[in-house]
């Protein structure tokens, strides 16, 4: 069966402090596809990243960076020098391309916390 | 970059009240949307998949006649919560996919709406 695990409920760094959000999934497909976002307070969720099984690279994208490890069947996510800003609750999520429909299955989120 | 408008934002309702809540994707055909629910500091729950012009599809333990969805169009949905109860308050939020399957297929998420049953 599917699933999404994210261990850390809470993190809270102060600013600038690098930080690491860890993602283990589950999925019997070959062919997946993994998902970060990320909601502020207003609730809304802000894309932030979608990774197919088959490329295993890491991706850099300004501050933020994504590990993929296939052999661990982890998505981790690292902020780096964090910023107040980046306070949100990041849920990491799955989608499996056997399942037509491409639903998502969400991770249970990890809130962070930047203190200044 | 594509759009997805969920109203309303919040909304308050007396027990055994139906409320209705839309979610239109404004510049895209969806062929496919998804609704969620989130419970104060957990994770989103997928709740049905919806496409138009046919039944949606309900997750295990989802009331169907309670959470009522259509999709009558490619660029609506609606979900009505009917005969609500303090139970049912909570965080709900649309996504709606774009594009085939694999690399071109995206998805957009609404900006939520807060129910709040009294």
């Known amino acids: 069966a599917q699933k999404v695990t994210q261990a850390q409920t809470e993190i809270s760094v102060v600013e600038k402090e690098d930080v690491t959000l860890d993602c283990v999934y589950e999925t019997r497909d070959t062919t997946y596809y993994l998902f970060w976002y990320k909601q502020p307070p207003s609730g809304e969720l802000v894309f932030l990243i979608r990774?197919?099984?088959?490329?295993?690279q890491n991706e850099i994208s300004g501050r933020y960076s994504w590990n993929f490890q296939k052999s661990t069947s982890s998505f981790n996510f690292t902020i780096t020098a964090s910023q107040v800003v980046d306070s949100a609750v990041y849920f990491c999520?799955?989608?499996?391309?056997?399942?037509?429909?491409?639903?998502?299955?969400f991770g249970s989120g990890t809130r962070l916390l930047v203190r200044p | 970059g594509a759009v997805v408008s969920q109203h309303p934002s919040w909304v308050i309702c007396k027990s055994g009240t139906s409320v209705k809540i839309e979610c239109r994707s404004l510049d895209f055909q969806a062929t496919t949307m998804f609704w969620y629910r989130q419970f104060p500091k957990q994770s989103l729950m997928l709740m049905a998949t919806?496409?138009?012009?046919?039944?949606?599809?309900?997750e295990q333990g989802v009331e169907k006649d309670k959470f009522l969805i259509n999709h009558a169009s490619l660029t609506l949905s609606t979900l009505t919560v009917t005969s609500a109860h303090p139970e049912d308050s909570s965080f709900y939020i649309c996504?709606?996919?774009?594009?085939?399957?694999?690399?071109?297929?995206?998805?957009?998420f609404g900006s939520g709406t807060q129910l709040s049953v009294l």
């Open positions: 990774r197919n099984s088959f490329d295993e």
């Open positions: 919806s496409n138009e012009g046919s039944k949606a599809t309900y």
């Open positions: 999520a799955l989608s499996e391309a056997r399942d037509s429909s491409y639903k998502l299955i």
């Open positions: 996504s709606a996919r774009v594009g085939g399957s694999g690399p071109n297929e995206k998805l957009f």
